[in-house]
């Protein structure tokens, strides 16, 4: 029997389309992060655009929706959280693009 092959649900599809273009939402950069040189702030989002690392430990609900990674010698995190589009409460239907905002935080594993 052949390895069963699983499709991203809706709300990976779209966590991944923004990701990985940074289009469709807003991207924020934790203090640490931001007083990184400029060389490893774009190595590390680099590394977070390109983020394929997803298994049942770091993924256990298949949205891809969180990735750990190190770059230039920073064990670093990134998570997407879905807001309404007022920016005020949580998204009710975070799989709908047209009431949902997505936030991209991107931080050092020590700021979490």
């Not at 966590?15 to 190595?43: C, Q, S, Y």
């Not at 590394?47 to 010698?73: K, M």
Request: charged share 25%; hydrophobic share 40%; glycine share 8%.
């Amino acid at each position: 029997m052949g390895a069963v092959l699983l499709l991203p649900s809706p709300i990976a599809r779209l966590n991944d389309a923004f990701r990985t273009t940074l289009i469709g939402g807003k991207v924020m950069l934790t203090a640490g992060i931001a007083e990184l040189p400029e060389r490893t702030r774009a190595n590390i989002l680099t590394a977070v655009r390109t983020f394929a690392d997803f298994s049942e430990d770091n993924d256990p609900h298949g949205e891809h929706d969180f990735g750990a990674f190190e770059a230039d010698g920073h064990k670093c995190f990134w998570k997407i959280d879905y807001y309404d589009k007022s920016m005020e409460s949580g998204s009710k239907e975070p799989a709908n693009p047209d009431v949902t905002t997505r936030v991209l935080t991107i931080m050092l594993a020590s700021e979490y």
